[in-house]
């Protein structure tokens, strides 16, 4: 029987978070790899405050638990940044892209439902364990695992459906968030997918360098618009979403619709009031959205309980590591060469393994330690989230009941 839990309050759990961060910082300053290969830092800290969590369950029969109530707002605030940062021109150009990446990403999600059945049937195991072990608890993470898990346990018999999948989409969650950066590395370094030093310069759409921290087009004005324009397109996407619900019956995730809101506004506005300073393409903007992500996957992973993953069968094991040997392929040989073999491409491979096996916000943490590295990718940035957090759970839907049978 479980000990009584330790919780910690949203005080002490948000400024432990923003600690948390300051230590994988300080990890990836001290440890080669880490640095070398792009593993976000909130990856390094979280994880490792996981781990300690982990041990102090086994010793003394704790469990540690953090509030969590602040985690929708960095996310809302970090997905309105990218919109407020595209202009219809760019998105123009992603025509083309966006639709590749959504035909590679239904192609990958059979791919990935096939290895999972497969393997499951080979061990004479349901074709809704192995399901758990595909799109249901990787593509799809811990909303879609718990929301399915119900129905396959009294419709297909797969015993602890729910607590399986859980326990693989956090597995699936840590690595996805190991394995962008490194591919992210090989594509850049291996496959001379390095930027071009002759392209435009562009905006930032993600915060600055510690070595940059005293450039002066970072001002409280700055911030304090940046943060107003921001809760202003998030206080309209909520409302977009849920007028969407409704009136059509459409559930979109509210940070989507939060990114669709800004990139209305910045689209729209700054045309109409000529005089207004908009914060689309500053460096405040872009200090206020790596804060925000950066804070929302460190909570999300120092949170992670990791002792939930000792109940996986070892059938399950084998279909993940599986999983992540098959996305490393797909992403090198497939999704990189089919979105061009150049920077944009390898930036989009380390965000696909991070959605691919984990979560939208993975991907992008993956995506944002790349071009910390190497330098900005605006197409990827604005392509990816809407294949991710929009086409993906739509698709998911359909392929489950493709392979369930109907």
């Given at each position: 029987m479980t000990g009584e839990a330790l919780s910690l309050d949203e005080f002490v759990s948000f400024n432990l978070a923003i600690l948390v961060y300051f230590l994988g910082v300080r990890l990836n300053k001290k440890i080669p790899f880490l640095r070398h290969y792009n593993i976000p830092e909130p990856v390094s800290g979280?994880?490792?405050?996981?781990?300690?969590?982990?041990?102090?369950?086994?010793?003394?029969?704790?469990?540690?638990?953090?509030?969590?109530?602040?985690?929708?707002?960095?996310?809302?605030?970090?997905?309105?940044?990218?919109?407020?940062?595209?202009?219809?021109?760019?998105?123009?150009?992603?025509?083309?892209p966006l639709l590749v990446l959504l035909c590679l990403t239904v192609g990958y999600m059979l791919i990935q439902n096939l290895v999972g059945t497969g393997i499951a049937a080979a061990m004479g195991l349901p074709v809704g364990f192995g399901l758990l072990g595909g799109t249901v608890s990787l593509v799809g993470g811990h909303g879609t695992a718990i929301a399915w898990g119900p129905r396959l346990v009294n419709d297909y018999g797969v015993v602890g459906a729910v607590e399986i999948g859980a326990a693989t989409a956090t597995l699936g969650l840590i690595a996805a968030s190991l394995l962008g950066g490194p591919i992210g590395n090989y594509l850049i370094e291996k496959k001379g997918a390095k930027p071009d030093p002759n392209r435009p310069?562009?905006?930032?759409?993600?915060?600055?360098?510690?070595?940059?921290?005293?450039?002066?087009n970072v001002t409280h004005t700055g911030l304090m618009r940046s943060l107003l324009v921001l809760n202003i397109a998030i206080g309209l996407g909520v409302g977009l979403q849920e007028a969407l619900v409704t009136g059509i019956g459409l559930d979109l995730p509210i940070f989507v619709c939060?990114?669709?809101?800004?990139?209305?506004?910045?689209?729209?506005?700054?045309?109409?009031?000529?005089?207004?300073?908009?914060?689309?393409?500053?460096?405040?903007?872009?200090?206020?959205?790596?804060?925000?992500?950066?804070?929302?996957?460190?909570?999300?992973?120092?949170?992670?309980?990791?002792?939930?993953?000792?109940?996986?069968?070892?059938?399950?094991?084998?279909?993940?590591?599986?999983?992540?040997?098959?996305?490393?392929?797909f992403i090198i040989y497939i999704v990189f060469p089919m979105m061009g073999r150049n920077y944009n491409a390898a930036v989009l491979g380390s965000g696909f393994a991070g959605f691919a096996l984990g979560a939208t916000p993975t991907a992008i943490a993956n995506m944002t330690a790349v071009t910390k590295k190497y330098g900005p990718s605006t197409q990827a940035f604005l392509i990816l989230p809407l294949v991710s957090a929009f086409f993906v759970d739509l698709a998911n839907a359909v392929i489950i009941l493709l392979f369930l049978g109907g």
């Open positions: 979280g994880l490792l405050v996981a781990m300690v969590a982990l041990i102090v369950f086994a010793v003394l029969d704790k469990e540690i638990s953090f509030s969590l109530q602040s985690r929708d707002y960095l996310l809302y605030c970090f997905f309105t940044a990218i919109g407020l940062n595209a202009r219809f021109t760019d998105l123009a150009k992603g025509g083309k310069e562009e905006a930032p759409m993600i915060g600055i360098e510690t070595d940059q921290e005293g450039d002066t939060c990114l669709f809101c800004g990139i209305v506004l910045s689209n729209t506005v700054p045309l109409i009031f000529k005089q207004i300073e908009w914060p689309a393409g500053s460096r405040s903007l872009a200090v206020i959205s790596d804060l925000a992500l950066g804070i929302f996957l460190t909570m999300s992973l120092m949170s992670l309980q990791l002792w939930t993953i000792a109940g996986l069968a070892g059938p399950m094991m084998l279909i993940l590591a599986t999983q992540v040997v098959v996305a490393a392929v």
